[in-house]
């Protein structure tokens, strides 16, 4: 099975850029008729016919919607100071869209290395990872944004956790997860220098609830994907 | 800090091949009497002072020694087919490691596309991330095998788990490892194919217990991290 992604028209018609046109009539050769499967992001699996075969500008008429489709039954917002070596950024993005991944927030910290991040890449690679993973909901990524300002926006309503390094009592991940009844999560991961004093403050006064990964030496992109594989887990 | 790996050459002296006594000397500039810190990857922290800072073949006099640093209390065994794509199972090497792995066994399925594995990069890797994060026991990586062979060993004290995709009655891996009392766990992935009938068979012979990752649809390595994760959360 293969996912297209596209833009819906009207309630009946899905068109699609040039690249996924190509890809449709060129790589998978597709011809008009055809049965196809597509989404626009938004969480609904559209089964289609392929009405116009054209590699530029292909579009295709909808015979059914499944809402829902390969969505989960948590919100997770997860908020990180992209890596110093991207890659190991963009494999946290491919990862944890593939587990289960509702929002990703690149957040710069007082003491990141990495001042600037550019989300064109990471949305390529989130959709991609979607597609591959059957969901039809591809998580959004935000503007890049400081983290104190990422704290002070955080809604009261959500479960809020932050994990840093700083000696301090902390409870597991694990055990802060299962204590509360809420399923809108946002997760809040520091850069490879740790949070400044002024952040995890800010944190705290805004109810970020601090939180250990356990015992091991988790890298920042690791500790991203324990958070998300954490909240999958909670769900399961 | 940064540990260094190197042999015992007896209870006192540990010795480092060329690669590590340049690293050593050349990059780390340390000096004869400097404090250190090796290992041997059996678990075990030395605390050294530098014999021969030679850059070819350093070796340094052991102070102290700490048992079981950065080891975990299971003892796990991953054992999975290696993807098509080798960085991505050479990913999954060095996150297992991150986290706590005692056994990558490289298994090829009746299914799976790559027949042949070489295990001398995986085991550089694994000793880099080892080294990175700080644990003195580097996981144990074995020589390729069948998947049939494999399950005929396997031991019969091991919680032992197979993910498989067939469509059969599954419980889900966080229920086999909360239910189990076993701290010896082996976990088995398939290929990308997945297993044959006769390797799923051979497995519920052999004890094996069939266990579902939940909804998503996982690749290979993911799978196999989300594996390794599991057993790291029951444990903390």
Known sequence: MEIFFGQLVNADTIKFDAQESLHIVKVMRHKENDHIYAMDGSGVLFECILLTANSNNASAHILS?????GTHNY???LAVCPTKNNERFEWLGEKATEIGLDTLAPIIGEKSERKVYKIDRMK???LSAAKQSLKAKIPTIEEPQSAIDFI?????DALKLIAHCFEEEKISIKEALEKSPSDKIIILIGPEGDFSTREVDEAL???FIPVHMGNSRLRTETAGLYAVFSVYNKYM
Chains 1, 2 share one sequence.
């Open 65 to 69: 919607s499944t809402p829902g489709w």
């Open 75 to 77: 919100d997770l917002t």
């Open 124 to 126: 390529r690679i989130v």
């Open 152 to 156: 002070k926006k955080a809604p009261s």
């Open 205 to 207: 006064k805004n109810g």
